[in-house]
């Protein structure tokens, strides 16, 4: 069973960090780019960043660039996140794609105080 298991998120007042991992599990993501969503309340989820298979190549959405750093180790992909905001707040998601698939977790809470 594949499955992809994030955690690390929580309460933070703004301009403090926190590192989220996902974990993945049921079969070799090492072909997959992996990537990081959000949901906020009422809103739909967007893309956050995203790391390719070779972890060479990264792609973050404008509003987190140079805040936010996504790596990989293995099959456990990070998001370190700086100065948080609190538009930050949402339900982050960690996502591996390939050409013929994805994947989703469950998801981990961030919120951040003003």
């Known amino acids: 069973q594949v499955q992809l298991i994030e955690s690390g998120g929580g309460l933070v007042q703004a301009g403090g960090s926190l590192r989220l991992s996902c974990a993945a599990s049921g079969r070799t993501f090492k072909w997959y780019d992996m990537g990081w969503y959000r949901q ?24 987190v660039k140079g805040r936010f750093t ?26 591996a794609a390939s050409s013929l698939t994805n994947y989703w977790g469950q998801g981990t809470q961030v919120t951040v105080s003003s």
């Open 70 to 95: 996504i790596s990989r180790n293995n099959a456990i992909v990070y998001l370190q996140m700086n100065n948080l905001k609190p538009e930050d707040t949402a339900i982050y998601y960690c996502n």
């Open 40 to 63: 906020a309340p009422g809103k739909e989820r967007e893309f956050v960043a995203q790391i390719d298979w070779s972890g060479g190549s990264t792609t973050y959405i404008d509003s």
